[in-house]
């Protein structure tokens, strides 16, 4: 019988015995790392490329499902109620709140294209129709005017509340200097 030195197949390798043992596990090891690589590896990978890709599919039709939660902002902008500020009160005070207050104290909302997308949609529209409901500039003209609504006005924009800030980290250009609060103070306060 030939011997091929490999002891673990041909045990009549007898000169070779002392190393059979060891021949054996080592051979084994390597059968089973190989193994482990090329096939548990493998399946692993394959595993997470998979789960990826659920889990994005899953996302998709969730922020697509969102889209189609409706969203209500009341009132609904109507023709007659359109009016700017400016034209209605002392005209530096009235371009301020035009420019910084009427996306949501009035009809005259501008929709950006990401207003409509939801979950943005949401925030935007709670934020609009809450704002008109306490405060709505499109009536202003028609209706009779405290002195203490007045100052709230102040009040709100002299603490910062005013506008929003997570509206005002996007609209950059409503944010209001100290010259802009100072003027809004001075209307509250002369009512004209
Ligand atoms: C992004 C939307 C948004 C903008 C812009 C905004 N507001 Fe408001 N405002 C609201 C919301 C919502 C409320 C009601 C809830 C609250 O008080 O936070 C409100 C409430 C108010 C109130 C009454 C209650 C209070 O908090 O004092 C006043 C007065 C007011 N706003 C003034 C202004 C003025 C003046 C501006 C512009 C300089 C402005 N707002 C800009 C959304 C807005």
Redesign the pocket.
Request: net charge neutral.
């Given at each position: 019988m030939t011997c091929h030195h490999e002891p673990y197949i041909e045990p009549w390798c007898a000169p070779y015995g002392a190393n059979r043992g060891y021949g054996m596990v080592e051979e084994k090891r390597l059968q089973l790392d190989k193994a482990m690589t090329s096939k548990c590896g493998s399946n692993h990978l394959s595993l997470m490329r998979t789960l990826a890709k659920l889990t994005s599919i899953l996302f998709a039709f969730v922020f697509l499902g969102m889209q189609f939660v409706p969203t209500t902002t009341t009132p609904k902008p109507s023709a007659t109620t359109g009016v700017h500020m400016a034209e209605v009160i002392n005209p530096q005070v009235g371009a301020?709140?035009d420019r910084?207050?009427q996306?949501?104290?009035s009809s005259r909302t501008t929709w950006p294209w990401y207003s409509h997308v939801a979950p943005v949609s949401w925030i935007v529209s709670?934020?609009?129709s809450?704002?008109r409901e306490?405060?709505d500039f499109s009536d202003w003209a028609n209706e009779h005017h405290s002195a203490d609504e007045r100052m709230?006005?102040c009040?709100?924009?002299s603490d910062g509340?005013?506008?929003?800030p997570?509206?005002t980290l996007i609209?950059r250009n409503?944010k209001?200097s100290k010259r802009d609060v100072e003027l809004?103070c001075n209307w509250a306060a002369a009512g004209h």
């Amino acid at each position: 019988m030939t011997c091929h030195h490999e002891p673990y197949i041909e045990p009549w390798c007898a000169p070779y015995g002392a190393n059979r043992g060891y021949g054996m596990v080592e051979e084994k090891r390597l059968q089973l790392d190989k193994a482990m690589t090329s096939k548990c590896g493998s399946n692993h990978l394959s595993l997470m490329r998979t789960l990826a890709k659920l889990t994005s599919i899953l996302f998709a039709f969730v922020f697509l499902g969102m889209q189609f939660v409706p969203t209500t902002t009341t009132p609904k902008p109507s023709a007659t109620t359109g009016v700017h500020m400016a034209e209605v009160i002392n005209p530096q005070v009235g371009a301020i709140l035009d420019r910084s207050c009427q996306d949501c104290h009035s009809s005259r909302t501008t929709w950006p294209w990401y207003s409509h997308v939801a979950p943005v949609s949401w925030i935007v529209s709670k934020h609009v129709s809450a704002g008109r409901e306490i405060l709505d500039f499109s009536d202003w003209a028609n209706e009779h005017h405290s002195a203490d609504e007045r100052m709230l006005i102040c009040d709100a924009v002299s603490d910062g509340r005013m506008p929003l800030p997570e509206y005002t980290l996007i609209h950059r250009n409503a944010k209001l200097s100290k010259r802009d609060v100072e003027l809004i103070c001075n209307w509250a306060a002369a009512g004209h």
